[in-house]
């Protein structure tokens, strides 16, 4: 039995089929967002790749592009199909077609969910490539003379004004490197010899962050230097008094910023994939439609349409068979003995007739 079988009359089958026709020039713009936004997120991520450790967070733009263009050219040769098929003359050189297309136009728009699904599934790769990046660009924030290591300050310092962060986790993690180079340390300097010897790795360790982390809307003037140390500044504790400084993580904040945007393109790409089901849909019910008109003879009357000829159940018992019948239409067996029927049969004398001697007479 068909399922959601629907009748379809001369002047309904022509509305669908310019229906379908808008619809599917309208699928080519969508198809032209998808790729849009897959390149708007490829950029933004490019952006920031200097604090970012290399990994497969480019899946998801890459996939968002690819689809887009696909989009756009399926859709354009399904427009092309569906404003044929108002007349039957010119569905006839597509119906061979039709069916092939609606199969590779649902794998296309799965592709779609499966790329908005990403944009969800993407957050733990991107949090462990920016704890990474960022972790290694403060690292080497001091190396302002070291040839490809020369940008990182300006970009983490960029970063850190940009987004309102400081640090990887948060402003502690700058205690824990050194982030002045040695050039602008003074070595005659006791303090920063006793600081040196006092480092078991000899980092010159101090409870200060770059400037970059100072908040300016904060009403006092900022304290980078020696945040731990309630005497070196007037009426301070900084166990309870609010830092000047930004409190939030580089990494959460970047992380926020990056979310914030896959999950806009993830409902952009759900309300695609919805759009792009429901032209499928029009379009499996024109193909069956107008494959009846060829069928009863009669193109000016009634056909029926449906999304399956069987139930879910036979058609996927039907499509398994044929899978598994695949490989075995080639299979030619290695021993020639088995399953040749030409084989191990008995000879018989087909051109002898038995015929008793006795019969022939003898020559005189």
């Not at 790769?125 to 300006?154: H, Q, V, W």
């Not at 300016?216 to 005497?231: A, G, K, V």
């Not at 299979?331 to 008995?346: A, C, E, H, K, Y």
Request: net charge positive; glycine share 6%.
């Amino acid at each position: 039995m068909a399922v959601l079988k629907v009748k379809f009359t001369k002047t309904k089958r022509d509305k669908l089929a310019q229906i379908l026709w808008i619809l599917n020039w309208v699928s080519v713009v969508s198809g032209i967002i998808l790729f849009s936004l897959g390149l708007f997120l490829k950029i933004e991520i490019k952006k920031r790749n200097e604090v970012m450790a290399k990994g497969d967070i480019n899946s998801v733009p890459n996939m968002l592009i690819s689809v887009g263009v696909i989009a756009c050219i399926i859709n354009f040769l399904g427009g092309k199909i569906c404003y044929d098929c108002s007349d039957a003359n010119k569905f006839s050189r597509w119906k061979l077609v039709m069916l092939p297309y609606i199969v590779c136009t649902f794998c296309f728009t799965f592709c779609i969910l499966v790329g908005a699904l990403m944009c969800y599934t993407m957050r733990n790769e991107l949090e462990e490539s920016l704890y990474l990046g960022l972790r290694d660009a403060i690292k080497f924030y001091k190396d302002t003379d070291i040839p490809g290591r020369c940008f990182l300050k300006k970009t983490v310092d960029l970063l850190q004004i940009g987004f309102r962060c400081c640090g990887n986790n948060g402003f502690r993690d700058w205690f824990e490197i050194q982030w002045v180079s040695r050039r602008y340390l003074n070595m005659a300097s006791k303090e920063v010899l006793d600081r040196l010897k006092s480092n078991v790795d000899g980092k010159f360790l101090v409870d200060g962050v770059p400037f970059s982390c100072c908040n300016p809307s904060s009403p006092r003037p900022c304290i980078q230097y020696q945040l731990t140390n309630n005497s070196a500044h007037y009426n301070y504790d900084f166990l309870t008094e609010e830092l000047n400084i930004w409190m939030k993580g580089c990494r959460e904040a970047l992380l926020d910023y990056y979310t914030g945007i896959m999950r806009s393109i993830g409902i952009a790409a759900l309300l695609i994939w919805l759009f792009e089901l429901s032209v499928l849909i029009g379009v499996r019910y024109l193909q069956t439609a107008m494959k009846n008109v060829l069928l009863l003879g009669d193109l000016e009357g009634e056909s029926d349409g449906w999304l399956l000829e069987n139930s879910f159940v036979e058609t996927a018992k039907y499509n398994i068979n044929i899978i598994k019948n695949l490989g075995k239409a080639n299979q030619i067996s290695t021993v020639s003995s088995i399953n040749d029927p030409n084989i191990d049969v008995q000879n018989t004398d087909c051109g002898k007739t038995n015929v008793s001697t006795k019969s022939i007479p003898a020559a005189r």
